[in-house]
């Protein structure tokens, strides 16, 4: 019997997917930014949350961010002299690798190394990702926070909770309507590799872990058609006199 026209799937969900269209439209936006802005920074992420990079875009409405799609931003930088937008923009084509994002802005280098040192807000650990600290579970009645706070200020964990903290191997039990541990239970230690089971507990308890963190490792600055290649650990925040540990890449040093 021939299927019905009638009975079709709609997919509600289904979008146009953007492909080409997107990519030249980024491409075009970044050699826009280089005219415009005084300043081109090449940053990495840890612990990416987008809610966060998010902020960073709110907080610094003044300047214009890019994050993802490294080919396309190497592509629109240049990669060599012969298709650079600006004098020397290329040269930041090397950092381009892993979690690395750019910011067009107008402010200073001070400024924002200023700011990323002091934004490092503090999200949940993912499955996977490497325990920063070690988290235990204290003997007898458990409360909301583990132990984390005093127990003045928390409030017994719920009795509902205990059949969903055995299920993730916490030896609990009900003693009169309580959540209780007959000893102490490692939830986990630092510098283990956290599975899905020890993000869930550290959750359930509001241990977050996870800091997120923003670190600059490069900048063009546009007035001197100049690259600064930051040293390791040098992107928080500081006056610039990094002559020291800042490395300087100029004309001179590309047509090597």
Known sequence: MPRSKRAKVVHLSKVTKKGKELTLKTYANIQECVARYAYLYVFSVDNMRNT???????QLADSRLFFGKTKVMAAALGRSATDEPALNTSLLT???????????????????KTYFANFHPLDYARAGTIATR??????????????E???????????????????????TRLVKGKVELDGEYVVCQEGEV?????????????VATAEFGVELKAYWVKEKAEVVVLAEGEAGGGELDGDEEDELVDDDEMME
């Open 194 to 206: 956290l599975g899905s089971g020890q993000t869930t507990l550290l959750k359930m308890f509001g």
């Open 94 to 112: 090397p950092h381009l690798s892993g979690t690395i994002g750019l910011l067009f802005s107008p402010r200073s280098p001070a400024q924002i």
């Open 52 to 58: 966060y990079l998010k902020d960073v875009r709110t």
């Open 134 to 147: 070690s988290f235990v579970l204290p003997a007898g009645v458990l409360y909301s926070r583990g132990g």
């Open 149 to 171: 706070i005093p127990i003045e200020e928390d409030l017994p964990l719920a009795h509902s909770i205990e059949p969903t903290l055995r299920k993730w191997g916490v030896p």
